[in-house]
Protein backbone atom coordinates (compact mmCIF):
# COMPACT_ATOMS: atom_id res chain seq x y z
CA UNK A 1 0.00 0.00 0.00
CA UNK A 2 1.55 3.34 -1.39
CA UNK A 3 1.76 5.93 1.57
CA UNK A 4 -1.00 8.42 0.99
CA UNK A 5 -0.18 11.89 1.32
CA UNK A 6 -2.57 15.11 1.07
CA UNK A 7 -1.24 18.92 -0.28
CA UNK A 8 -3.00 21.90 0.90
CA UNK A 9 -1.64 24.74 -1.34
CA UNK A 10 -3.44 27.73 -3.05
CA UNK A 11 -1.05 27.95 -5.85
CA UNK A 12 -1.82 25.61 -8.84
CA UNK A 13 2.12 25.87 -10.05
CA UNK A 14 2.70 24.60 -6.80
CA UNK A 15 0.29 21.96 -6.25
CA UNK A 16 1.37 20.50 -9.93
CA UNK A 17 5.21 20.41 -9.19
CA UNK A 18 4.42 19.16 -5.38
CA UNK A 19 2.85 16.56 -6.48
CA UNK A 20 4.54 15.54 -9.61
CA UNK A 21 7.91 14.99 -7.06
CA UNK A 22 5.77 12.91 -4.34
CA UNK A 23 3.95 10.85 -6.68
CA UNK A 24 7.70 10.11 -8.42
CA UNK A 25 8.85 9.13 -4.85
CA UNK A 26 5.68 6.22 -4.79
CA UNK A 27 3.60 8.36 -2.84
CA UNK A 28 -0.31 8.31 -3.35
CA UNK A 29 -1.24 11.91 -3.60
CA UNK A 30 -4.58 14.24 -2.98
CA UNK A 31 -4.43 17.51 -3.13
CA UNK A 32 -6.39 20.65 -1.96
CA UNK A 33 -6.51 24.25 -3.22
CA UNK A 34 -7.71 25.81 0.48
CA UNK A 35 -7.89 25.20 3.78
CA UNK A 36 -11.56 24.47 4.39
CA UNK A 37 -10.98 21.86 1.55
CA UNK A 38 -7.87 20.77 3.08
CA UNK A 39 -9.80 20.16 6.22
CA UNK A 40 -12.54 18.30 4.60
CA UNK A 41 -10.53 16.19 2.40
CA UNK A 42 -8.07 15.16 5.89
CA UNK A 43 -11.01 13.94 7.53
CA UNK A 44 -12.02 11.66 4.66
CA UNK A 45 -8.77 10.13 3.30
CA UNK A 46 -6.89 10.15 6.47
CA UNK A 47 -4.13 10.57 4.87
CA UNK A 48 -0.77 10.19 6.92
CA UNK A 49 1.14 13.23 5.88
CA UNK A 50 0.07 16.80 4.86
CA UNK A 51 1.98 19.33 3.03
CA UNK A 52 -0.29 22.63 4.34
CA UNK A 53 0.26 25.92 2.91
CA UNK A 54 0.36 29.27 5.49
CA UNK A 55 -1.22 31.76 3.06
CA UNK A 56 -4.16 30.67 1.79
CA UNK A 57 -7.21 32.70 1.29
CA UNK A 58 -10.57 32.26 3.44
CA UNK A 59 -8.89 29.28 5.62
CA UNK A 60 -5.42 29.38 6.18
CA UNK A 61 -2.36 26.61 6.90
CA UNK A 62 -2.62 27.83 10.57
CA UNK A 63 -6.29 27.61 11.28
CA UNK A 64 -6.56 24.53 9.05
CA UNK A 65 -3.64 22.78 11.52
CA UNK A 66 -5.23 23.98 14.26
CA UNK A 67 -8.46 22.15 13.55
CA UNK A 68 -7.22 19.12 12.38
CA UNK A 69 -5.13 19.29 15.38
CA UNK A 70 -7.79 19.66 17.75
CA UNK A 71 -9.58 17.01 16.22
CA UNK A 72 -9.14 13.08 17.85
CA UNK A 73 -9.61 11.79 14.20
CA UNK A 74 -6.86 13.91 12.64
CA UNK A 75 -4.38 14.60 15.62
CA UNK A 76 -2.24 12.03 14.44
CA UNK A 77 -1.87 12.81 11.15
CA UNK A 78 1.94 14.75 10.62
CA UNK A 79 2.00 18.16 9.37
CA UNK A 80 4.38 20.20 7.41
CA UNK A 81 4.19 23.73 7.10
CA UNK A 82 4.72 24.96 3.76
CA UNK A 83 5.81 28.52 4.04
CA UNK A 84 7.15 31.58 2.11
CA UNK A 85 10.94 32.53 2.42
CA UNK A 86 10.42 35.78 4.17
CA UNK A 87 8.20 33.73 7.16
CA UNK A 88 11.75 31.16 7.87
CA UNK A 89 12.32 32.57 10.82
CA UNK A 90 8.67 32.07 12.45
CA UNK A 91 9.50 28.18 12.63
CA UNK A 92 8.88 28.40 16.40
CA UNK A 93 5.17 30.20 15.39
CA UNK A 94 4.42 27.20 13.38
CA UNK A 95 5.98 24.03 15.59
CA UNK A 96 3.81 25.98 18.30
CA UNK A 97 0.77 25.90 16.27
CA UNK A 98 1.02 22.03 16.02
CA UNK A 99 3.24 21.49 12.87
CA UNK A 100 5.14 18.82 12.76
CA UNK A 101 7.71 19.82 10.94
CA UNK A 102 8.20 23.03 8.16
CA UNK A 103 9.59 23.98 4.63
CA UNK A 104 9.90 27.01 3.19
CA UNK A 105 9.76 27.67 -0.36
CA UNK A 106 11.39 28.16 -2.73
CA UNK A 107 11.08 23.99 -2.10
CA UNK A 108 14.57 22.26 -2.00
CA UNK A 109 12.71 19.35 -4.37
CA UNK A 110 15.35 16.99 -2.86
CA UNK A 111 14.87 18.00 0.80
CA UNK A 112 10.78 17.55 0.44
CA UNK A 113 10.28 13.76 0.09
CA UNK A 114 13.73 13.33 2.73
CA UNK A 115 10.99 14.88 5.17
CA UNK A 116 7.98 13.14 4.33
CA UNK A 117 10.03 10.07 4.71
CA UNK A 118 11.32 11.21 8.03
CA UNK A 119 7.83 11.94 9.24
CA UNK A 120 6.47 8.15 7.55
CA UNK A 121 9.61 6.11 9.75
CA UNK A 122 8.33 8.93 12.88
CA UNK A 123 4.71 7.43 12.67
CA UNK A 124 5.73 3.84 12.48
CA UNK A 125 7.96 4.07 15.58
CA UNK A 126 5.39 5.18 17.32
CA UNK A 127 6.58 9.09 17.62
MG1 LIG B 1 -0.37 30.27 -0.75
Redesign the pocket.
Same mark, same amino acid.
Given at each position: MPHRILIV? @? *?EN *?RILFRDILTFHGYEIAVASDGMEGVALARELLPEVILM @?????DMD?MAACRILKGDPLTSGVKIIA?T?FAMRGDQETFLAAGFDGYLSKPIDTRELPLIVKGLLEQEMNGA
Amino acid at each position: MPHRILIVE @D *NEN *NRILFRDILTFHGYEIAVASDGMEGVALARELLPEVILM @DIQMPDMDGMAACRILKGDPLTSGVKIIALTSFAMRGDQETFLAAGFDGYLSKPIDTRELPLIVKGLLEQEMNGA
